[in-house]
């Protein structure tokens, strides 16, 4: 099982990276639109600015909410180190970014909680 955990650890790890580098693309193309530094305001006015891009906007804060929910009680459970740089990338970098480092973290601490006997595994057969 722990190979298992490693291969998929490292595929959280590549879409973190990909998390991090789309939304950053995405933000420097909107400095360059909208003028120099970060118009929050005028991001959020823009992402709002239609039916479609409401629903996104809709969906990823009601997705992301729970998510981080479940991400911080999830860490409690697993008595995760270092919660805070996910809580502080999700702000500084992009939810696409923080919830991917997450799940690499996680599935690195049950490969090692699991090394030292202390976790069920969680397969579906």
């Not at 906007?57 to 919660?83: H, P, Q, T, Y």
């Not at 696409?96 to 579906?124: C, H, M, N, Q, T």
Request: hydrophobic share 55%; charged share 15%.
């Amino acid at each position: 099982m722990n190979s298992f955990r490693n291969l998929i650890s490292w595929g959280y790890l590549m879409f973190a990276i990909a998390g991090a580098i789309l939304p950053t693309l995405a933000n420097i193309d909107f400095v360059r639109s909208y003028g120099p530094g970060f118009d929050i305001q005028n991001f959020i006015e823009l992402a709002n600015i239609n039916p479609a891009s409401q629903s996104l906007s809709r969906d990823l804060l009601v997705g992301a909410s729970a998510v981080f929910v479940w991400v911080i009680s999830e860490s409690r459970r697993l008595k995760m180190r270092n919660l805070w740089i996910v809580i502080l990338t999700n702000f500084l970098i992009a939810f696409a970014f923080a919830i991917p480092l997450f799940l690499f973290l996680r599935e690195r601490r049950l490969v090692e909680l699991e090394s030292k006997g202390f976790i069920v595994d969680y397969s579906l057969d």
